[in-house]
């Protein structure tokens, strides 16, 4: 079974701060994902990443970078953390297919104060 | 444009009820159409998925879904629900030029004991 992992599932950070969240996969899956989930939105896409070394910009990439350095593992970075990036925030890995399904992790519950 | 949408956001039902959660979505090309399911407190996980070949999908716990091309729709349905049966769900899709999914803002379903 598909394993995806996220660091945290809560972290408490204050404004400005450089924020790491890390997801791993053991599955050798070519794709992963950065969503942010809130209420009423849905997921929404920040980045994604179809190989190591390789990054795409989603639909709200803004204040977020990301890294790739092995296939198994996408960081997601905030660089200046704010408080309206307080959210939940899930890692995504799929197989290079676009009928493949993608696989969650458990998310990690972010709050910026 | 590329969108998910889904028609409620809140849905109430008792239990041995009938379940129909509507999805519909605007795609100019081959679309592969998702449902997933997110239980309170844990990842968001594959219900059933269409790609090809038979348009009625059945998936995980019960669940089935039609893809009716004409109506660009894919609505889940349940003939009886069960109190478990507690959740969000999202409609998904992606389409044949990226392995990217789009997911529609979700339906919460409450099912009264």
């Known amino acids: 079974d598909v394993k995806v992992t996220q660091s945290s599932r809560y972290l408490v950070k204050r404004t400005g701060e450089k924020v790491f969240l890390e997801c791993v996969q053991d599955?050798?899956?070519?794709?992963m994902f950065w969503y942010r989930q809130d209420p009423g939105l849905g997921l929404r896409l920040i980045y994604f990443?179809?190989?190591?070394?390789?990054?795409e910009k989603g639909d709200i990439p803004e204040g977020y970078s990301v890294s790739r350095e092995k296939k198994e593992r996408f960081s997601l970075i905030l660089e200046s953390a704010s408080t309206n990036q307080t959210s939940m925030y899930l890692c995504?890995?799929?197989?290079?297919?676009?009928?493949?399904?993608?696989?969650f992790g458990d998310g990690t519950r972010l709050s910026i104060l | 444009a590329q969108s998910v949408s889904q028609h409620n956001h809140h849905v109430i039902l008792s239990e041995a009820a009938s379940l129909e959660l509507g999805c519909n979505y605007s795609?100019?090309?081959?679309?592969?159409l998702f449902w997933y399911v997110q239980y309170p407190g844990q990842h968001l996980q594959l219900l059933l998925k269409?790609?090809?070949?038979?348009?009625l999908v059945k998936g995980i716990k019960g669940f089935e879904a039609e893809f009716i091309k004409s109506k660009f729709s894919f609505n889940l349905r349940k003939p009886s629900v069960q109190w478990s049966d507690t959740a969000e769900y999202f409609c998904?899709?992606?389409?044949?030029?990226?392995?990217?999914?789009?997911f529609g803002k979700g339906t919460r379903l409450h099912i009264l004991p």
């Open positions: 990443s179809y190989d190591v070394k390789m990054k």
């Open positions: 795609y100019g090309g081959t679309v592969n």
């Open positions: 995504a890995s799929s197989l290079r297919d676009s009928n493949q399904p993608q696989h």
């Open positions: 998904a899709l992606s389409g044949n030029r990226d392995d990217k999914i789009i």
């Open positions: 599955m050798d899956h070519e794709n």
């Open positions: 269409y790609f090809s070949g038979d348009p």
